[in-house]
């Protein structure tokens, strides 16, 4: 079944104008123009496929993931290229593998379902072999030699990029003089160490928290640390927070900060049992039979059970737990 609701042209258009803000300031025009335009193509055809392809069943988010998965790597690597020295006149068919790659190896992976982090090891396993005997093939028909082929190999922009963002040099006044910073306690430059930080994924909670109705970010906030909630704020106000934090970094961190979280209790038999004996102790019989007269006999068992202290057990947890809010909400 084809995806739905992924409006992957505008997508990839999004992502193209990113792009445009991060390739390195040494490139001259037709190299800008060929990152931003290789990442552009790679998006859209790859968003089109997991849109229309009926073969495929991925959804929204799946998609989504999918194509600015492709697109970052799509960046990386063809700064690598450019980089590289290698003769333009190869740099479309190293990349054309290298974005199949990582369609096929995407494809596979979350049809399995496999956790996130696994999944990104994976593509960045693979992409980095396809770049490597894409390499390879060349020297071996004569098109770069060994020392070349070598050099390539060794470019990484994503390394690159992760060690800018730990060690961030400072802007530089008019006659090129480095303008001193302040740290964050004072309000000044904010340093994203490595990938594995506590800043980072403080980084990442603030990109969800941009999405958010502004009250509820509030609320939570008021159960940060100080500390962590400001600089929590600090990356809400940065306009290009997602893309210095990266795709694959963020899928990282809320891989982990899933695993982190505290189990939800009130899922347990024992947790609905006590929340229902506390609501139905504030009415009579009298009363709970007039609110529940319209409920269906499995609610009222639920409820009946709970007066006694006993769990009615042909009602999973999760749905009780749920009935057990609707009723505390009803009244």
Same mark, same amino acid.
């Given at each position: ?16 104008? $990113? ?36 073969? /495929? ?7 989504? !993931? ?11 690597? #063809?700064?690598?290229? %450019? ?10 068919? +190293?990349? $054309?593998?290298? =974005?199949?790659?990582?369609?096929? +190896? ?6 399995? &379902?496999?956790?996130?982090?696994? +999944? ?15 390499? &390879? ?6 098109? %770069?030699?060994? &020392? ?5 190999? @060794?470019? #990484? ?8 963002? $730990?060690?961030? $040099? ?16 004072? &309000? ?30 509030? !609320? ?5 640390? @100080? ?9 809400? *106000? ?5 893309? *210095?934090?990266? =795709?694959?970094?963020?899928? *990282?961190?809320?891989?982990? +900060? ?8 009130? /899922?347990?038999? #024992?947790?609905?049992?006590? *929340? ?7 009415y009579s019989s009298k009363d709970l039979d007039t609110m529940l007269i319209r409920e269906r006999m499995g609610v009222k068992r639920l409820v009946f059970n709970a007066m006694e202290g006993k769990y009615y057990d042909k009602m999973p947890p999760k749905v009780a737990s749920i009935v057990a809010t609707h009723l505390a909400d009803s009244v």
């Amino acid at each position: 079944m084809a995806t739905q609701n992924f409006d992957y042209e505008t997508f990839a258009q999004n992502l193209a104008a $990113q792009a445009q803000e991060l390739v390195p300031p040494d490139f001259n025009d037709v190299q800008k123009q060929y990152v931003v335009n290789t990442l552009g193509n790679f998006a859209l055809l790859s968003g089109k496929a997991l849109a229309e392809d009926p073969n /495929l069943n991925f959804n929204e988010d799946q998609a989504i !993931t999918i194509t600015q998965i492709i697109a970052e790597w799509s960046f990386h690597k #063809s700064v690598d290229l %450019i980089r590289s020295g290698i003769p333009q006149q190869y740099w479309d068919t +190293i990349m $054309q593998k290298i =974005a199949y790659t990582i369609f096929e +190896i995407a494809k596979q992976t979350f049809s399995q &379902g496999l956790p996130n982090d696994k +999944i990104l090891e994976l593509i960045e396993h693979h992409v980095k072999k396809a770049y490597i005997e894409a390499l &390879g093939e060349l020297k071996n028909k004569g098109a %770069i030699d060994e &020392g070349l082929m070598e050099f390539a190999a @060794s470019q #990484s922009n994503m390394d690159r990029m992760a060690q800018e963002m $730990q060690n961030p $040099q400072p802007p530089a006044a008019t006659d090129g003089t480095p303008i001193p910073q302040q740290n964050n306690a004072a &309000g000044g430059a904010i340093e994203f160490p490595k990938v594995d930080s506590k800043v980072l994924k403080l980084a990442t909670v603030a990109m969800l928290f941009k999405k958010m109705n502004q009250d509820k970010v509030q !609320t939570i906030l008021d159960k940060f640390g @100080s500390e962590d909630a400001q600089m929590v704020v600090k990356f809400m *106000r940065m306009p290009d927070l997602a893309q *210095r934090v990266g =795709a694959q970094n963020a899928l *990282r961190c809320l891989q982990e +900060i899933k695993t982190t979280l505290p189990k939800n209790t009130d /899922l347990t038999p #024992s947790r609905v049992v006590l *929340r229902l004996k506390k609501f139905t102790s504030k009415y009579s019989s009298k009363d709970l039979d007039t609110m529940l007269i319209r409920e269906r006999m499995g609610v009222k068992r639920l409820v009946f059970n709970a007066m006694e202290g006993k769990y009615y057990d042909k009602m999973p947890p999760k749905v009780a737990s749920i009935v057990a809010t609707h009723l505390a909400d009803s009244v």
